[in-house]
């Protein structure tokens, strides 16, 4: 049974910073991501990265403010998440795909989190 397991999330002022970690309990994937889901909105996806590359992928609201970052080590992803703005708000899901990335369809990621709490008072 594969296991993500989100932590880092929490209660912020506008501008501030989060780190938010993803453990897996298994090697083998080909693409991880960060989705949200705002309350009443639709989950998106925040970014992706394909492991043991430098590719990354970032959707337009979060880029450049936003870094997604993989210790092989340690099998955990993180989202460094920089400038936040009360948008940002939401609950933050870690996703795992067997296939390459390709975009954040979530058919293309067979395993999630349980997802954490991001709050960003303004």
């Known amino acids: 049974q594969v296991q993500l397991v989100e932590s880092g999330g929490g209660s912020v002022q506008a501008g501030g910073s989060l780190r938010l970690s993803c453990a897996a309990s298994r090697f083998g994937y080909n693409c991880m991501a960060w989705f949200r889901q705002a309350p009443g909105k639709e989950r998106e996806g925040v970014a992706q990265k394909r492991p043991g590359s430098d590719s990354t992928f970032y959707a337009d609201s979060v880029k450049g403010r936003f870094t997604i970052s993989q210790d092989y080590v340690k099998n955990t992803v993180y989202l460094q998440m920089n400038d936040l703005k009360p948008d940002d708000t939401a609950v933050y899901y870690c996703?795992?795909?067997?296939?390459?990335?390709?975009?954040?369809?979530?058919?293309?990621?067979?395993?999630w989190g349980q997802g954490t709490q991001v709050t960003v008072s303004s």
């Open positions: 996703a795992a795909g067997l296939r390459r990335c390709s975009g954040f369809a979530e058919s293309a990621y067979e395993y």
